[in-house]
């Protein structure tokens, strides 16, 4: 798989937004991980080559992994991560947590694509023959 041009660059970026607090064992796999994957997403998305993505969409790249990375929680350790709230009662006090799958499914269903970046990626996307 090639590499994006940019990514040591981008990736040094991306630390700064999300510092390694040492909590983490797997927090650098996790965030070139993340960078590849959203990287990858857009190259197929605009129908570009990773290598030809070119330094305009750098920060969208770079807002897409942060989102990616956040409502995922890659970088926070699995014991650590916070359960989405299924339902709650009052009487006799009853919290009922979804399951990994659960979450994972509903993740799944949303366009990762949000905050406008499909506009703005919609900007340098080329039409496939």
Not at 13 to 21: A, I, M, S, T
Not at 81 to 92: A, M, P, Q, T, Y
Not at 107 to 112: A, E, F, G, H, Y
Request: proline share 5%; glycine share 4%.
């Amino acid at each position: 798989m090639d590499k994006h041009p940019r990514r040591e660059e981008l990736l040094k970026q991306l630390k700064l937004f999300n510092p390694d607090d040492g909590s983490n064992p797997s927090y650098q796999v996790m965030l070139e991980f993340g960078f590849d994957k959203v990287v990858q997403d857009v190259a197929n998305y605009t129908h570009l080559p990773v290598t030809g993505l070119p330094v305009e969409l750098d920060t969208i790249l770079l807002g897409l992994c942060q989102q990616f990375l956040a409502t995922h929680q890659l970088l926070t350790p699995v014991a650590d991560r916070e359960g989405d709230v299924k339902s709650l009662n009052e009487g006799d006090t009853s919290v009922t947590f979804k399951s990994i799958s659960e979450v994972y499914a509903e993740l799944q269903s949303v366009n990762s694509l949000t905050d406008n970046y499909t506009a703005q990626l919609n900007s340098f996307r080329v039409v496939k023959r």
